[in-house]
């Protein structure tokens, strides 16, 4: 299954740099990394939550636990909670797993974790299980312009 074409289309409309990293087919991060034979810490990972009735992207590494507690302190949430599969497929076209940290793409905001602040290059999510994009990290933040919190915690 290549990357959907909304997603390269999104990337070259703002002139983003990014290399296609094909692999084996993987369902998780962990799998990911293990195919690739790469550090947790160089993936991000993306999980949408609901926040009272809106949706949110949180961008963090792939090592880290999303911490819900602060994450709805930064978002000043009354109710904070990972969204559902059916959310995902329904609200965002998407299957589960396959969601992109382009918050600009899905018209959600994005949280990203303050420890991606310091990352370079990092791997990351491209609506496909057989592909992944790097890109430079201060790219990312760029086209996204993420609210920057501490939203993990150590696993």
């Known amino acids: 299954m290549p990357i959907p074409a909304k997603v390269t289309k999104h990337l070259d409309a703002n002139k983003v740099k990014y290399d296609v990293v094909p692999h084996k087919t993987v369902f998780t991060v962990y799998d990911l ?3 690739l034979k790469i550090k947790m810490n160089g993936i991000i990972k993306t999980l949408l939550v609901k926040a ?18 602060a994450l709805k302190k930064t978002l000043k949430a009354k109710v ?8 995902m497929q329904l609200q965002f076209k998407v299957k589960p797993g396959a969601m992109t940290p382009f918050g600009s793409l899905h018209k959600v905001a994005v949280v ?44």
Do not use: C, N, W
Request: without cysteine.
């Open 33 to 35: 990394a293990q195919t």
């Open 52 to 69: 009272d009735k809106e949706y949110v992207l949180t961008v963090l590494p792939a090592h880290v636990r999303l911490d819900l507690v």
């Open 112 to 155: 990203m974790d303050t420890s991606l602040a310091k990352a370079e290059k990092v791997l990351l999510g491209a609506g496909t299980f057989t592909e992944s994009l790097r890109m430079k990290m201060k790219d990312y933040v760029k086209l996204e312009k993420p609210t920057v919190a501490k939203i993990s915690s150590k696993k």
């Open 80 to 87: 904070v909670r990972l969204a559902k599969e059916k959310e």
